[in-house]
């Protein structure tokens, strides 16, 4: 699989409508990710359910989409429109995914990544036993690479039991991290910004947090996974110090829903300034060499 770049799409914002995906296939995204598709179509929380202030985000979308169905016909589609590589993305029970699975694989889609960790559905904070379960079921269902969407650990701990959960199965791709739930913004009118009050929170202030998640999974498992950064990614400076803690590409959620598909265009250009700046003569050189004091 070619990547022609490090950023892409994290799962989430404007990756649902066929014209979205078409957007993302027509702009320097270096792969595409598709909304998470559950296994009947769901309508989402109550709106408003999104809110930014330019610089971090609230969301309670609660994954409205189409259905596995329909996204695999989505999915179809957008392999005969663009030959970049498409991570398609699910939840649900270990049956459900496995359904979703082969319907994704036999689509076209590349990766298939498995949502562990949507915050707005109660199950973003899952037990090591049933990630296991969930994975076994994705294994046996297809033979493509496999990503998981990981939660924000706030301890190394907690983290490491969950690294030893990944050892165990043939994931390829680690993304992290997924938005921490239980955010909370208010908006210029002084309102709690969200109608179901909390949602995942995204943007500038979780990079440190989504830095200090790749960096463990970098020790813990060297060249073993692939790490995909997300968090708090605007600029070129945001993604090479996710690719300087062991990131080898960066997924961008809320700078995307604000700024549209020229995010990958300002990231990659920055990222290449960056590069240079500091002596790395390709992305892949940078990985994993943050300087420990
Ligand atoms: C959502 O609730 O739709 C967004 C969060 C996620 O994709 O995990």
């Not at 770049?5 to 979205?20: H, Q, V």
């Not at 899952?126 to 079921?137: D, K, N, P, R």
């Not at 908006?187 to 463990?216: C, D, M, S, T, W």
């Not at 708090?232 to 062991?246: I, N, P, Q, T, Y």
Request: charged fraction near 25%; glycine fraction near 12%.
């Amino acid at each position: 699989m070619h990547f022609n770049g490090i950023a892409f799409n994290a799962s989430g914002p404007r990756d649902t409508e066929p014209e979205e995906l078409k957007a993302l296939a027509d702009s320097r995204a270096c792969a595409i990710t598709t909304k998470t598709a559950t296994i009947k179509p769901r309508k989402g929380n109550p709106k408003p359910r999104y809110y930014d202030d330019g610089d971090n985000s609230v969301n309670s979308m609660g994954l409205p989409n189409p259905g596995y169905e329909e996204m695999a016909r989505r999915i179809k589609a957008l392999k005969h429109y663009s030959d970049k590589p498409v991570f398609a993305s699910f939840s649900g029970s270990p049956r459900e995914a496995a359904a979703i699975t082969s319907a994704f694989d036999e689509a076209g889609a590349d990766v298939l990544e498995l949502n562990l960790s949507c915050p707005n559905l109660g199950k973003g904070k899952t037990e090591a036993e049933s990630w296991l379960e969930g994975l076994g079921a994705v294994e046996e269902a297809t033979k493509k690479s496999l990503a998981a969407k990981l939660p924000c650990f706030l301890n190394a701990c907690e983290q490491e039991l969950f690294c030893g959960v990944l050892e165990q199965s043939r994931v390829k791709y680690l993304v992290a991290v997924n938005s921490p739930g239980g955010g909370l913004m208010l908006n210029q009118k002084n309102e709690i910004a969200l109608k179901p009050l909390h949602g995942g929170y995204g943007g500038k202030g979780i990079k440190a947090l989504a830095l200090g998640n790749v960096f463990r999974y970098h020790e813990y498992f060297g060249n073993k996974k692939k790490i995909i950064g997300v968090g708090g990614v605007f600029s070129g400076r945001d993604a090479f110090e996710h690719l300087l803690v062991g990131a080898s590409l960066v997924e961008i959620g809320t700078a995307y829903q604000i700024h549209g598909t020229g995010i990958f265009t300002r990231v990659e250009n920055e990222l290449k300034t960056e590069l240079e700046k500091h002596g790395f003569k390709s992305a892949g050189e940078a990985i994993g060499k943050a300087i420990q004091l």
